[in-house]
């Protein structure tokens, strides 16, 4: 078997586990790739089967790891991420249903006044933030 019909079957095997929304063997099969494995799967992926996959990686570790009261850098309202605004918001809410996904936040916006964004892709979040800042923002 070469090395091209083997990225063919890992490919398959990833979307397979996407399909059976089965986020957790397709983590598995990712860590069980070596990088160059991971670069000729992601060669013979279209870039939207790549894109889906991305997507629900990210909404895995998203409901694993996020928590109402929890601190994120994000892009709070489409506008924000139309343009690449970020801000430091407090989680108010969280949605999980199948692959949909809603998170409510609170913010400060440019003039200092409380705001409330509604994210409704995974992409949003970047990354939380570090708690120990927000102690004059009680959000």
Sequence with gaps: ???LQLAAGNAQLLLDCLE????????????CL????????KSVLTNEQYQQ?????????????????????????????????????????IGFSGKKFTCTVSYLDHNRKQRIGKIFQADWILRKADKYLHFGNSG
């Design 53 to 93: 996959i991305h997507q629900a990686l990210k909404l895995y570790k998203l409901k694993k790891n996020l928590k109402v009261g929890d601190w994120i850098v994000c892009h709070p309202t489409r506008l924000h991420f139309h343009n690449n605004w970020l801000v430091e918001a407090r989680v108010k809410s």
């Design 34 to 41: 070596s990088p160059d494995q991971k670069q000729a799967v």
């Design 20 to 31: 059976l929304n089965d986020i957790e063997a397709l983590q598995y099969l990712l860590d």
């Design 1 to 3: 078997m070469d090395n």
